[in-house]
Structure formats: structure tokens, C-alpha cells
């Protein structure tokens, strides 16, 4: 079954964002790799993942985005590469929920004006004196810039949630079972079987 993501603000080949926003990087190198790579954890081929705004500019961008793993939307920002499809706002519903999909919360399109629902974000980071909120309940925004999601796409699920319960609390990726891990997960069932026979 396909899967829907939002994410926002990723600022690939951005290093300056990372003193800007005080996130947690060394480089931009480390901090477009640990995007990308949790991106791939995260979103399957078949997923479709809306971009809301600030994927990156820099002159490898589009490279950049046909690296990320399925269908991707981008909702036009202020530091984006030339992709399709692309729009300035989009409009849609997720499990009967009406959302609003902007790059900037405030102010909306005005082909959405009196628009009472739910807006899904970007744009608003947390800078070093004022941390935004992910959830405002009395506004009904919901900003998905990643400095909000530990740098990982939110599922549709999540985001539901997030609406529900006022607060965000990610479901953490399924770790793909890599040749390490496997034979270090079948070296313990070994040691557990011996151990087990071993007491009879």
C-alpha cells in the first residue's frame, strides 16, 4: 500500500543553514548525507512524499532530489531546483482530513482565504533565540521543516496523530536488516539455542 510523507526545509548544499537554524551538524556535507540517508530509511520507491518548500539550490540539487527514494511533490519555496510537478500551494485530502499544503504558514493564497482547516508548513525554523512550535492547535498549522522531525519525512499517519493528540511523536523506521546485523542477529540465536540445549 503506498504511503504518503511530508518533510520541508531540507537545504541541501545549504552548510549555512546549519549555524542559521543551530542544527546539529558538523558540515554540509554530514548534514545533506544524514538527510538523504534518512529520507532512503524511511520512504519506499512506491511512497509519494510532499516537499513543502526549501529542498536546496545548489548546483548539484536535482541530483540531489532524483536520489531520494519515490514520488516526490514539491511545493514551491524560496531555495529550490526547477522539478516537476511543482505548485505554489496544493490542496488536499488525507483519510478525510482537508489539509493545506503552503511553503509559508502566514499569509495563506488568497484563493484560500477564509480557509478554516488544517495547514500543513515549512519556512519556520528554530532559530537560536525562538524554537517553533510543530503543532499549534489554536492556529491549525503543523510545520514539518525537519529541524522539527529529527530529519526524517512524517507519514500521513503521524502527522493524523499530531493533529489528535497536539504533540509529535515519530514512528521510527523499521532498521533494514543489513549483512552485519543479520549474521550478528544469528550469531545470538546460535548462542541462545546452545545455552538452551545445553540445560536439558
Known amino acids: 500500500m503506498r504511503r504518503v510523507f511530508f518533510t520541508s526545509d531540507l537545504h541541501l548544499e545549504h552548510a549555512k543553514i546549519i549555524k542559521l537554524a543551530g542544527r546539529p551538524f558538523r558540515s554540509g556535507q554530514e548534514m545533506d548525507e544524514t ?3 534518512r529520507w532512503n530509511q524511511t520512504v519506499r520507491p ?5 516537499v513543502l518548500g526549501d529542498f536546496g539550490k545548489g548546483p548539484n540539487a536535482l541530483k540531489l532530489w532524483d536520489e531520494l527514494a519515490g514520488e516526490k511533490i514539491l511545493i514551491e519555496g524560496n531555495h529550490d531546483p526547477e522539478v516537476h510537478p511543482s505548485y505554489p500551494s496544493l490542496f ?3 483519510k478525510g482530513t482537508d489539509l493545506l499544503l503552503v511553503h509559508r504558514p502566514s499569509p495563506l493564497p488568497s484563493a484560500y482565504d ?3 482547516g488544517w495547514v500543513v508548513h515549512g519556512h519556520t ?3 537560536p533565540d525562538r524554537k517553533a512550535p510543530m503543532v499549534n492547535p489554536e492556529a491549525k498549522t503543523i510545520n514539518v521543516n525537519v529541524e522539527q522531525t529529527y530529519y526524517y519525512p512524517v507519514s500521513g499517519d503521524d502527522l493524523l496523530r499530531a493533529i489528535r493528540e497536539g504533540e509529535y511523536r515519530r514512528t521510527p523506521p ?3 536488516f543489513t549483512r552485519r546485523r543479520l549474521a550478528k542477529r544469528r550469531s545470538k540465536q546460535r548462542t541462545l539455542a546452545r545455552a538452551i ?4
Not at 46 to 50: A, F, Q, T
Not at 197 to 200: A, I, K, V
Open 174 to 176: 523499521r532498521r533494514p
Open 46 to 50: 512506491g511512497d509519494l512524499v510532499y
Open 125 to 127: 525554523h528554530n532559530l
Open 92 to 94: 488536499i485530502n488525507y
Open 35 to 37: 538527510i538523504i540517508r
Open 197 to 200: 540445549s545445553g540445560s536439558r
Open 114 to 116: 477564509g480557509y478554516r
